[in-house]
């Protein structure tokens, strides 16, 4: 079972993104700036390493990293990323197109293996 899935919705928007910025990142955001917000970038603007950065899986063939210290207080959690209208105040890659990247979340159950 996948950590991270991802809406019709969000796969769009990130289909949109690959055509004008190349390959995709993404990363939970840990609070700053946007809340809890997942930031996509193009694939490599953002430095992530295996200390402090967990991959979680891929949505649409984008990576999708998550820092270990908030991994901690979300290891039980099943992630789905979406898209929402609204500009976020963040330097995620979808705030010019007028929308942001939100994650729905729920707890993960043993069926999730």
């Given at each position: 079972?996948?950590?991270?899935d991802?809406?019709?919705?969000?796969r769009?928007v990130?289909?949109?993104?690959?055509?004008?910025?190349?390959?995709l990142?993404f990363?939970?955001?840990?609070g700053?700036c946007?809340g809890?917000?997942?930031?996509?970038?193009?694939?490599?603007e953002?430095?992530?390493?295996?200390?402090?950065?967990?991959l979680?899986?891929?949505?649409?063939g984008?990576?999708?990293?998550?820092?270990?210290f908030?991994?901690?207080?979300w290891?039980?959690t099943?992630?789905?990323?979406?898209?929402?209208e609204?500009r976020?105040s963040s330097f995620s890659?979808?705030?010019?197109l007028?929308?942001?990247f939100?994650?729905?979340?729920?707890?993960?159950?043993?069926?999730?293996?």
């Open positions: 079972m996948p950590r991270v991802i809406t019709d919705r969000a769009a990130i289909d949109q993104l690959k055509a004008t910025h190349g390959p990142m990363h939970q955001s840990g700053c946007d809890s917000s997942p930031m996509c970038f193009p694939e490599g953002l430095m992530v390493d295996d200390d402090n950065d967990i979680l899986g891929e949505v649409q984008c990576k999708f990293y998550m820092s270990t908030q991994y901690e207080y290891k039980h099943h992630l789905t990323l979406d898209v929402t609204g976020g890659a979808e705030i010019p007028g929308v942001r939100v994650i729905d979340s729920r707890l993960m159950t043993e069926a999730d293996g």
